[in-house]
């Protein structure tokens, strides 16, 4: 799906959601991880994500994802 779809079917789901939903194609991981990495790199942004991913008996890890 071109991210430029993407962008377009999210706006028009505040104009007519049921419609949307219709017409949205199922979208995985991989293009929203896409989208907002250009998003980030477009805008010059880093994304900082603190969650429970385990590592080497560690909790908290904080996962940094740079984009440019």
């Known amino acids: 799906m071109d991210k430029y779809v993407l962008i377009d079917n999210m706006r028009n789901c505040f104009k ?3 419609q949307t939903l219709k017409e949205i194609e199922r979208i995985d991981i991989a293009d ?3 989208l907002a990495q250009k998003i ?3 805008k010059k942004l880093n994304l900082i994500i ?4 385990k ?3 560690k909790e ?3 996962k940094i ?3 440019y």
């Open 16 to 18: 007519n959601p049921k």
């Open 32 to 34: 929203v991880r896409k």
């Open 40 to 42: 980030l790199i477009y």
């Open 50 to 53: 603190i969650g429970s991913y």
């Open 55 to 57: 590592k080497e008996d």
């Open 60 to 62: 908290n890890i904080l």
């Open 65 to 67: 994802i740079q984009a």
